[in-house]
């Protein structure tokens, strides 16, 4: 595949999803047309099917002409997919294979989910100030292995059993352990791997490669091992005290949920789902909020941060990427809310209005 990012021309494949996923991309559009403007950048956008608006029109969660444009693309910018109205779990398709079909037919084995404690927000968060104050997690989450693709047996025609398997090769650990070191090297060199080594097997062979892949090529980086029941306690207790956190599909999954409380809502929460080459996959955390969807109520902030990740980490345009993290902290601090991270005296604005706030931040400061 062949990927040249000259003249600062770039095709996105946007999949708006379902939920409040079309108006949180939308925003995100805002404030990436607001950043090729200001930066000299074409940013060509096309839309596509996913999930259930994909079920709905087509029969699958993932329809060919989807991954063909996702194929022909640098990034992609994903909302959200699920909802109750495919929540059958007798039903032959899921929206959610939408998204497990793009991780995988992309080989996005690497997701990275920056968890950060904005200074303006720390009141909005259940934990006591003190605790949340100066956090700046990034997490690293195996995206394409264990629980989530190992073997399974769907319970079976008497219903009476099934199963799901952590499988893990030796392979599959190294690079996303290599890539989660990388990144602490260009931090604070501390990395911390998250496991259940005293129970499970696949968490034993995790973290014998984890420790021999770090010692051997990242000897200036300060690795710990911590196992996940205890690292979930340390993760409310004292998450200041966290750098890089890489681990496995599932414990990932979870953890980063948790994490979301640190930030003062899962509204805030972007992701960036890597492989080797482009297209990278980039979404928010959160999922389609169906309670919310349509009412203008969405926080479109982790769906606009996942918009700086594509630019840091699927175009290598790191100002520009600064450029909207900035934005966004300015609105903050002006004390723009939307309803999940409101509090007293704060100016509480809708998905459109906090979208044009943080994009006419950014057309100012050009
Ligand atoms: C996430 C979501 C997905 C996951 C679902 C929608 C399949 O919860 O991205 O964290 O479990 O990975
Ligand atoms: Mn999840």
């Keep these: 595949m062949e990927h040249s990012f000259s003249m600062g021309r770039f095709v996105i494949t946007v999949l708006p999803g379902d939920g409040i996923g079309p108006e949180v991309t939308a925003e995100a559009l805002r404030v990436l047309e607001a950043v090729g403007h200001r930066f000299g950048h074409q940013f060509e956008f096309h839309e596509a099917l996913v999930g259930g608006a994909a079920i709905d029109a087509t029969g699958s969660p993932l329809p060919p002409e989807t991954l063909d444009r996702c194929r022909r693309s640098d990034a992609i910018l994903l909302g959200a997919v699920g909802g109750p109205k495919w929540d059958d779990p007798a039903a032959p398709v899921r929206p959610e294979q939408g998204l497990l079909g793009l991780r995988k037919a992309f080989d996005l084995f690497a997701n990275l989910r920056p968890v950060r404690a904005f200074s303006p927000l720390l009141h909005a ?124 599909n599932m414990f990932g999954d979870i953890l980063t949920d948790e994490a979301a409380v640190l930030a003062g809502s899962m509204g805030m929460l972007p992701s960036a789902s890597l492989g080797e080459a482009p297209p990278g996959l980039f979404e928010p955390v959160h999922g389609s909020a169906p309670d919310i969807a349509g009412r203008d109520l969405a926080n479109p902030i982790g769906a606009i941060l996942s918009g700086a990740l594509m630019l840091r980490y699927g175009f290598g345009l790191e100002a520009e990427a600064r450029a909207i993290e900035q934005a966004v902290e300015a609105v903050l601090e002006a004390g723009y809310r939307t309803q999940d991270i409101a509090d007293g005296e704060a100016r509480v604005v809708g998905t459109k209005e906090m979208g044009e706030a943080i994009a006419q931040y950014i057309r100012s400061e050009a």
Excluded: C
């Design 125 to 248: 968060t259940p934990l006591k100030a003190g605790i949340v104050q100066g956090v700046d997690i990034l997490f690293v989450r195996e995206l394409t292995g264990g629980l989530y693709f190992g073997p399974r047996q769907e319970a079976g025609p008497d219903g009476e059993e099934a199963y799901d398997t952590m499988r893990y090769t030796r392979a599959e650990i190294e690079r996303v352990v290599r890539l989660a070191a990388r990144l602490a090297q260009g931090r604070r060199k501390k990395l911390t791997s998250v496991d259940k080594a005293n129970v499970l097997a696949a968490s034993r062979l995790w973290r014998r490669v984890t420790e021999a892949v770090v010692r051997r090529e990242f000897p200036d980086l300060a690795l710990e091992h911590i196992l996940v029941d205890a690292f979930a306690m340390h993760l409310i207790r004292r998450p200041a005290v966290f750098d890089v956190v890489v681990t496995e």
